[in-house]
Structure formats: C-alpha cells, structure tokens
C-alpha cells in the first residue's frame, strides 16, 4: 500500500516551476540556509529557519504547517500565521514566505497516487487529428494539374479551357 504524499509546488520565488514530494513521517524544513533545512529557498525575506511541515499523528495524510518565529512571518491562504503554534496543511492550500516565495500544497491520497501511478492513456478523438500537409515545396516546373486555381479554403475553382 502506498502511503499518502506531500507536494510542494513552487508558484513563485527562486524554486518556481518546481514541485518536492515527501512521505507521510516526513519532517520537512524551509529557510534561507541549506545548513538545517530539508529545503532552502535564497529569498531575501525568508529566516534561516523559517517554517516546518511534519505528518501529524492525528491519521495518515494530515500534515502540520508551524512557523518557526520567522522575522517576516508566514501567510497560510490569508491567514497570517502566529509564531510555534501548529495549522492543519489541506490540499489547495497557499503558503507565502519572504519577498516573492508562494507555494501551493498538494496531498495525494492512496487512491489518487494509483490512478497517476497506472494512467490508462487513450488514442485522442478523431476531431482533434489534423491531416498532414501535402505540399513538401515546389521542385521544376509545375504541371497543369497544379495550376489549377484555388480558393481561400483551398478548393480547386473550375476555369474554363
């Protein structure tokens, strides 16, 4: 059985565009150093030790946001958080720390980590096919045949001979 996991996606910052993943009874650290810190972030408003994110032992995909006395704080959604004191993390959740770090929280259950982990990809519908081009470029003298006139849409226009 696979256990529930935490995803941390980076919207904005230094680390934006990128996304951590950790095990449920993972401790995870973040702040400006790399000394002490699971994730360091170089963000000028983010303390050396500014927040921890921990499984709770209330049931299996809960996790605890704490900050750690940071000097700029932390918001969670809105909310700014008070220093030391645990707030439960809910998928969907936005966590902003330092000048421009936003972070967007993911839990995945058993059940959504198997439908990612075995997808069953389908052939895409026919309507979004588009046919190849023909026309590889001219080479010679063009026949009578390519003469012949189009319209916008590409139709052949009858002429008269």
């Known amino acids: 059985m696979e256990l529930p996991s935490l995803k941390l996606v980076m919207v904005q910052g230094p680390l934006k565009g990128e996304t951590l993943e950790f095990r449920l009874g993972s401790t995870i650290r973040?702040?400006?150093?790399?000394?002490?810190?699971?994730?360091?972030?170089?963000?000028d408003g983010i303390s050396s030790k500014h927040l921890s994110i921990e499984s709770s032992s209330s049931g299996p995909g809960k996790w605890i946001l704490r900050d750690l006395?940071?000097?700029?704080?932390?918001?969670?959604?809105?909310?700014k958080l008070l220093p030391d004191t645990p707030y439960d993390l809910r998928?969907?959740?936005s966590i902003k720390i330092g000048e421009y770090t936003s972070i967007l929280?993911?839990?995945?259950?058993?059940?959504e980590s198997q439908l990612r982990r075995n997808p069953r990809r389908r052939a895409p519908e026919k309507e979004m096919l588009e046919p190849v081009a023909e026309n590889r470029g001219w080479r010679g003298k063009?026949?009578?045949e390519s003469e012949a006139k189009c319209d916008e849409k590409g139709e052949e226009l009858e002429t008269e001979n």
């Open 105 to 111: 929280v993911k839990i995945d259950s058993h059940e």
């Open 142 to 144: 063009p026949s009578k």
């Open 30 to 43: 973040i702040g400006r150093l790399v000394r002490g810190n699971t994730v360091p972030i170089k963000d």
């Open 69 to 79: 006395d940071s000097s700029n704080g932390t918001l969670l959604n809105t909310t």
């Open 91 to 93: 998928g969907g959740d």
